[in-house]
């Protein structure tokens, strides 16, 4: 999930960047980030993925749509066995689960009857296990307020983020529009992974996921100014004066 994050901050700096070595060592990281996610095995990632590119493709316009519609063809055509035999084990094709998510689904119960049992202030961090979903392994440890409370800020900030984003585009200002849809794709996305996994316990998890998101909120304040213009020998654009 670290990686899943990172792979979206030279994506950002990509937008920015106007030196075509620096986007080339940018689309570099991105690969390597994309391989690190593939070979990584876990699903939820995957699909995590998956909703943030979408979301970042619709929300580019027709050349986001269109390399979605070429990226799914390239996906399609070059994706080993083994990746559609783990997809086929979350039971969707009509195929019996795996142990694995069928492991999921028990803690998902158990998780579920701790909360009915103890709705506030929950049983205590730790108590519910690994429910390999954080939302209900902050129900369950800590209260049903938790999770909601958690929910309404980070909503609050995805709601800004697509706010601004749109009246970025509305004004002409195509680079903090798509700098803007980075930060909401990637956040968006990563509500699968909170949904899908247990990532409260892991420390590296945790840090990338705060950096990103503190990124994004302070993206979200930014107010919407013209395009600046690009200086003689600068690689990167300035940013917009917060004055």
Known sequence: SATYLIFFLPLYLYHASRSWKLRIFLRSAQVMCLMFIFYSGYRSIWIAFAVSMVLYGILRGAKGIIGLALAAVLVGALLPQ??????????VSGEERDSSVQARVARTEDALKSIREEPFPGKGWGS???????FLQMGADAG???????????GKVLSRLYRRMRQAKRQGNQLQSRCMNVFFSALTGYLCVWGMGSHLNVQETLISFWIMFAFGAKAATLPIGEEAP??????????PSVT
């Open 128 to 134: 519910a296990g690994l429910v390999h979903n954080d």
């Open 144 to 154: 049903v307020a938790t999770p909601v409370f958690f929910l309404l800020f980070y």
């Open 82 to 91: 083994g990746a559609i035999d783990r997809l086929h084990g979350l039971g």
């Open 230 to 239: 690009v200086r003689p020998g600068r690689d990167i654009r300035p940013a």
